[in-house]
T-cell receptor, first 112, second 112 residues
Framework: EDQVTQSPEALRLQEGESSSLNCSYTVSGLRGLFWYRQDPGKGPEFLFTLYSAGEEKEKERLKATLTKKESFLHITAPKPEDSATYLCAVQAGRGGADGLTFGKGTHLIIQP | KAGVTQTPRYLIKTRGQQVTLSCSPI?????VSWYQQTPGQGLQFLFEYFSETQRNKGNFPGRFSGRQFSNSRSEMNVSTLELGDSALYLC???????????FGEGSRLTVL
């Protein structure tokens, strides 16, 4: 069974204080690992796709990296508007159109 | 370009009733997926439709069903509602790019 575990569950940072969120996964044949951001009362918003170990993607203050067992979402000099729940998801390579398996997310608060 | 639209946004039902939720995908998106989000379990995959055909189904009882129409709009139905069905039901549409889903704001169902 595919599993995705995110840590920490919650993280409070001061504005400008960089940190990393972790996503550990167990999956039979990874087709892709995905990061989403979810704001309160909204649906998740797609951020990144990572396909293979060693791959990195960047967008503004966010950088996602992937190893064979985990992914990190690095947040550099965050601003209050980066406050959100960050979700990690995987899709297995069993063929067909399997749905995504999501972790429970990291609730990030950036204090001004 | 309009995003994914879900209706109704909020609804309250009692145990034993049934409910139908509606989703209009982004224009041109032929894939529609449904997810259930709860505080305890996070986001869980329900099913995916493509060109009116269910391509895959998550691990939910048969009380959960769905369909897709020729214009790609989708509905999901939950029969014989239970208290545990209280959740945010999210619809997502896709152009078919792996893992890149566009979510609506969800339908929040409360079962009393």
């Amino acid at each position: 069974e595919d599993q995705v575990t995110q840590s920490p569950e919650a993280l409070r940072l001061q504005e400008g204080e960089s940190s990393s969120l972790n996503c550990s996964y167990t999956v039979s044949g990874l087709r892709g690992l995905f990061w989403y951001r979810q704001d309160p009362g909204k649906g998740p918003e797609f951020l990144f796709t990572l396909y293979s170990a060693g791959e990195e993607k960047e967008k503004e203050r966010l950088k996602a990296t992937l190893t064979k067992k985990e992914s990190f979402l690095h947040i550099t000099a965050p601003k209050p508007e980066d406050s959100a729940t960050y979700l990690c998801a995987v899709q297995a390579g069993r063929g067909g159109a399997d749905g995504l398996t999501f972790g429970k997310g990291t609730h990030l608060i950036i204090q001004p | 370009k309009a995003g994914v639209t879900q209706t109704p946004r909020y609804l309250i039902k009692t145990r034993g009733q049934q409910v139908t939720l509606s989703c209009s995908p982004i224009s041109g998106h032929r894939s529609v997926s449904w997810y259930q989000q709860t505080p305890g379990q996070g986001l869980q995959f329900l099913f995916e439709y493509f060109s009116e055909t269910q391509r895959n189904k998550g691990n939910f009882p048969g009380r959960f069903s769905g369909r897709q129409f020729s214009n790609s709009r989708s509905e999901m139905n939950v029969s014989t509602l239970e208290l545990g069905d209280s959740a945010l039901y999210l619809c997502a549409s896709s152009l078919g790019v792996l893992g890149e889903l566009f979510f609506g704001e969800g339908s929040r169902l409360t079962v009393l």
